[in-house]
Structure formats: C-alpha cells, structure tokens
C-alpha cells in the first residue's frame, strides 16, 4: 500500500511554503537525496514518471517500511489505511489453488498472505529497494514469494497465466495510463478472472492532504487532471502521481474488457485511531478515503 501522503496541498506551492508539517512528514530524506525544490503543474510522459517514481520508491522504501511496516505486517492483506483486511472482505474470492500476480508489491506483504491462503502468488514492483524489503520479509516468514522488478504497463507473464490480480495502493496512481496496466492485466489473465486493486478516493484530490481541519477544506478541482509533479532544480520529475476521476477509472476499465462487480468505499471503523499521512479519524468520519474497483475480465 503506497502514497506519498501527507506533505502539500496540490496547489503548486513550493515545498516550504504554507505547508503543514506533520509527525506522517517522514519524507524529507528522499527528498534531500533527490534534489526535490519544488512543485510543478505539467503533464508527465510515461518515461519521465516511470523514473522519478522508480528513483523516489528506491529512496524512500526504508523510511516507508519503518514508519508503515508494522500496520502492515509481514503476511498480511491491508486493502487500505482504514484497516479493511481482504480475510474479512473476501473481495478475491476463493484463492486456494489460483495464480494470483500483486501489482506495486512493495514488501510483498498480501502476497505472502495469499500464499498462506492456498494461492500461488507472484509479486511485482517498480521498485528495487522496496523488493529488498520482500525480500527481507520472506526470508523472516519462511514464505519465499516469487518477486519480479518490472512495471505495470509491462508485465513479464505470459498471457493467459494467471488467475486473479490484486494492488492495494501499489502502481496505479503512478503510471501516466492505467488503460495499458488494464490491457496487459487483460493479457495475463484467463477469462473470468478477478481484478481487485485499491487507490485513493478520486474525491480526496479536491482537498489539501491534511489529516487536521486544513483538510477538510476544497482547495482543488476535482476535474483538474493535471499531476501532481515534484521537480529538482533543473524541472526534472522527482515524484510523479495522477488524479483520475471515478469515471476516468470505470471508462479505462470497461474498455480493457473488465465488468465493474463492486465499488467498496470503507468506512471509517469505530475506535481506528491511527493517523496515516492524510488519512485520520477527523477525515474518515466525513468522507472516504479508499476507493476499491472490485472487477473481471470479461468471459470473452
């Protein structure tokens, strides 16, 4: 589960500038390791995000795995910073016996917890120091998850290989097309077969990312599509993230050849107190934070 939560509003301010600093604010070494001055309001070609978010989640993978780690757990499915657990929602189905593929693994965390369900999960990231944390964890667990450092627009499986797919807040909101992430996961999976991935509620671009009062205020179109883009000092894309609507999502999706089952917006559970970048209790109890596209590939 990845989001660089918690660090401006999307107005194009410079990093420094009316910015609410945060104990989630855990971002400032990458950062520094980067070059990161500023923020930019352009359109993002998918090499130049491809680089920058390969380059920021290298830097950033030990400061994420320690702040999150232990939410997260070693052998455990988190769909999303509300707690929602896929062993409660069952949203995949029966996965005993299927070939899962994890798109944006990091750590790998819901793969081994696939393993452990009877699947037989392949994971995958952009990644290469979050899969150094993969492999950490299988060597901690005992469950050795296959890892694969690859994109999600170009996925290394042979077509008709797998048997369900499955992203908690990995991959998609960095890829300039998820359309092409749909195609290739429409290439690798057998007809039928399930497509369940999490993101950011599209309604949250509208708002700062403040888990405080300051975010509770709209301060962003919601049909502005512009990314949000960090820059270093010579305009190149340190950190690259996309805004789609929830109906830019369903389009992408059902022109992939993917039918809509479920849009499960988890609500804010009773006594979850945990504050996770701009995720709190003040927010959740107001509007969602998590959008999950509960899909399949169409029979045909």
Not at 4 to 30: C, F, I, Y
Not at 83 to 99: I, K, Q, T
Request: charge should be negative; include cysteine.
């Amino acid at each position: 589960m990845r989001h660089k939560q918690g660090r401006l509003a999307r107005a194009g301010n410079p990093l420094g500038e009316n910015r609410t600093v945060t104990a989630q604010d855990r971002h400032d070494s990458a950062e520094h390791r980067l070059g990161t001055v500023g923020v930019a309001a352009r359109p993002v070609g998918a090499r130049e995000a491809t680089a920058a978010n390969l380059a920021w989640w290298d830097a950033d993978a030990d400061d994420y795995q320690a702040e999150h780690g232990a939410f997260l757990g070693d052998a455990d499915f988190v769909w999303c910073p509300e707690g929602l657990r896929e062993a409660d929602a069952a949203l995949l189905g029966d996965v005993r016996g299927r070939r899962v593929v994890e798109i944006g693994c990091g750590q790998a965390a819901c793969a081994r917890w696939l393993a452990a369900s009877g699947a037989h999960p392949v994971a995958l990231d952009l990644s290469g120091g979050m899969l150094r944390h993969a492999k950490q964890a299988n060597a901690r667990t005992g469950i050795d998850i296959p890892l694969l450092q690859a994109s999600a627009e170009e996925l290394p499986l042979a077509t008709g290989s797998m048997d369900a797919a499955c992203s908690a807040f990995g991959a998609l909101p960095f890829v300039a097309s998820p359309r092409t992430v749909f195609a290739e996961l429409h290439r690798v999976l057998r007809p039928g077969s399930p497509w369940v991935f999490s993101v950011t509620h599209p309604m949250r671009w509208i708002f700062p990312d403040d888990p405080g009062p300051n975010g509770l205020t709209a301060t962003q179109p919601y049909f502005d599509r512009t990314p949000y883009v960090e820059v270093d000092a010579e305009g190149r894309a340190t950190y690259v993230e996309y805004h789609r609507t929830l109906g830019d999502w369903v389009r992408a999706l059902t022109s992939a050849g993917f039918v809509l089952e479920d849009l499960v917006e988890p609500e804010w559970p009773e006594g979850h107190s945990r504050v996770w970048g701009q995720w709190s209790p003040l927010r959740g109890k107001l509007f969602p934070g998590t959008a999950i596209f509960v899909t399949r590939r169409a029979d045909r």
